[in-house]
């Protein structure tokens, strides 16, 4: 059960919303994200692709783009190597647009999550020479690749690393050393020393911003055309796909991506879109999110990611309708072994081979080693631990982690070290590869070291609005859409209500995963729809009031008993017509 919190920021709501033509309750909302300043108010509400930080205060960026386009001018071969996820793939397509757009004579490689792992790797250094490539720029990867740089140095090829994962070091007697691979320029946010304003972007962005910053210096900037529409989207969908948070110029880039993606979207973005059955719908970033952006990892993670950069790189909108129909059943057969996979971790901890672990590090053999980031994914979000899954390889065990707020998984990860063969990513994800004989190292060690307290395990909600059931009209659910684009950093409001009266819990449908609450509040009579949680709310009233009580509610009888709601004031669309619909999100 997660623990609630009412967040509690003083303010004149009533002032700030007169002077920026908003309401005391989207004034409070906004100080609830720490949006407090006039300048931060009117960004965040109006802020478009002007909100960008100019990518000239990149480290790195006037030199690496300096060396890419004396190399387009001297007609070098260029080779871009991403990676295999969402991000990978959107930046890769902006390196291999924009390069194009400059006159490069350039082509793309992203690695096989089975054959090659993660990001560059030697064996794409020597195919690259064998095909006569004088320059490799990589993008989402990287900054880990010190063995692959010095290979590249030695074979006579220029290299050039955008990134944007946080730069590999090693604590000694003098201090913090930042393992920098030796390539010919690198941009990455995390540089030490960088000042970048907001270093938080993915590899979409980076590439993005190099694309711009490259194509202004070569007198060819791409600003207002049509190609610089496109590409704004796919940075936009990276930055969503890899759970950037929506803060700062995120937030002004996803705001204008989804808007050019309502307006005129790109080939792929448009074929996904349509396969989906999301061309009637206004496409926010719960959509990138959770539904283009898995049929585009998909691929990635059962079979090739070229076939997802394909789909975003032609301009044939046939081929680019077939590989999207292509992915949308790779993603479906994704979600089978996934739930497969998630039963088997879930067996494993309710069993309680893991009861006395902080962190768990769970061994699946014959969990496909592409859906170890999601099932560490959904084992995190169901028993809030820091979770590491592990597979078995072609070659040692690989695996993916997640983690908590609480608990930063790749300093964990950095503590721990000589265990892996190689292993990056952020605080709260990462991937990892280790020999066969140290998984029960890596799981000792791990807890061994972990600092967490009992309190870390329990989900902190923090509520905006503690707000009676009359309030939650047409009005307020128009209210709220200011605080689009939502998501990871800019969360949709939580509105609470305590204490009311659970009068029905009525099961609805033949497999019941819908059920209306009837509650009382002030009085007055509301209903919440509850999806998906008809067996949790029975068995929670079942644990706290008994059988008996759970009868009386399912038939309607009896007084009643004490509920407290998160819900969401939303409109349901039906044959024409428009509803206000309250959904129940969390209950206690």
């Known amino acids: ?26 004034a409070r909302l906004l100080k609830n994200r720490g949006v407090s300043t006039d300048e931060e108010i009117e960004t965040y509400l109006h802020g ?12 790195g960026m006037d030199e690496l783009s300096g060396i890419l386009l004396d190399n387009i001018a001297t007609s070098k071969k260029l080779r871009v190597i991403g990676d295999y996820d969402i991000d990978g793939v959107c930046s890769s397509t902006v390196l291999l647009k924009g390069i194009k757009y400059l006159g490069g004579d350039v082509d793309a490689r992203i690695p096989h999550r089975v054959r090659d792992g993660y990001g560059m790797n030697c064996d794409m250094i020597r195919q690259a020479k064998e095909d006569g490539i004088d320059l490799i720029i990589t993008c989402d990867n990287g900054i880990s690749a010190r063995e692959e740089a010095s290979l590249a140095k030695e074979l006579g090829i220029t290299l050039l690393i955008t990134d944007h994962h946080e730069i590999p070091y090693e604590d000694t007697d003098e201090g913090r050393r930042y393992l920098i691979p030796e390539a010919a320029a690198v941009v990455d946010p995390h540089l030490p020393g960088s000042t970048y304003p907001f270093p938080g972007i993915c590899g979409g962005l980076v ?17 207002g055309t049509q190609l610089d529409k496109e590409l704004q989207q796919y940075a936009a969908f990276a930055t969503v796909g890899d759970i950037m948070e929506l803060k700062d110029e995120n ?4 705001k204008q991506g989804l808007k050019l993606m309502n307006e005129d979207p790109a080939p792929g973005i448009r074929q996904l879109i349509s396969v989906l059955d999301l061309g009637s719908k206004q496409i926010m970033a719960y959509h990138l999110g959770f539904m283009l952006g898995p049929c585009v990892n998909a691929t990635g993670r059962i079979d090739t990611a070229l076939r997802a950069l394909e789909l975003m790189t032609t301009d044939d909108e046939t081929t680019a309708m077939r590989i999207a129909g292509e992915l949308k059943e790779l993603n479906e057969s994704r979600k089978s072994i996934t739930e497969k996979a998630v039963n088997a971790a879930v067996e494993q901890i309710e069993e309680g081979v893991h009861k006395d672990c902080k962190v768990y590090v769970i061994y699946l053999s014959d969990c496909h080693e592409s859906i170890a980031g999601i099932v560490a994914g959904r084992i995190r979000e169901r028993y809030f631990h820091p979770t590491l899954i592990v597979t078995k390889g072609e070659e040692g065990l690989k695996g993916s982690a997640r983690s908590i707020p609480a608990y930063h998984m790749y300093d964990a990860m950095t503590e721990v070290s000589d265990i892996f063969l190689r292993y990056g990513g952020h605080a709260q994800a990462a991937g990892f590869s280790l020999p066969e004989d140290k998984l029960s190292e890596l799981r000792e060690r791990l807890n061994a070291n972990c600092r967490l307290t009992d309190a870390d395990f329990s989900e902190r909600v923090d509520i905006d609005l503690e707000l009676p059931l009359k309030y939650a009209d047409m009005a307020l659910v128009g209210e709220l859409k200011y605080l689009e684009p939502c998501g990871n950093g800019n969360p949709r409001a939580v509105i609470a209500r305590a204490s009311l009266k659970l009068k029905l819990i009525k099961p609805l449908g033949k497999e019941e995963k819908l059920c209306l609450l009837k509650v009382e509040d002030e009085g007055v009579l509301y209903e919440l729809k509850a999806f998906f949680k008809t067996e949790a709310i029975k068995d929670y009233i079942r644990q706290k009031y008994g059988e008996g009580v759970l009868g009386d509610l399912l038939s309607g009888r009896g007084e009643g008993v004490g509920l407290s709601v998160i819900y969401k004031p939303d409109i349901n669309e039906y044959n024409g017509k428009r509803e206000l619909q309250l959904i129940l999100e969390d209950y206690k």
């Open 1 to 26: 059960m997660s623990d609630w919190f009412l967040i509690r920021k003083g303010g004149d709501y009533a002032a700030i919303g007169k002077a920026h033509g908003i309401s005391p309750v989207v």
């Open 48 to 59: 478009g692709i002007e909100g960008l930080h100019d990518p000239g205060l990149l480290d």
């Open 207 to 223: 590439a993005y911003k190099l694309i711009q910053y490259a194509s202004k210096k070569a007198g060819r900037s791409i600003s």
């Open 251 to 254: 937030r002004c880039l996803v």
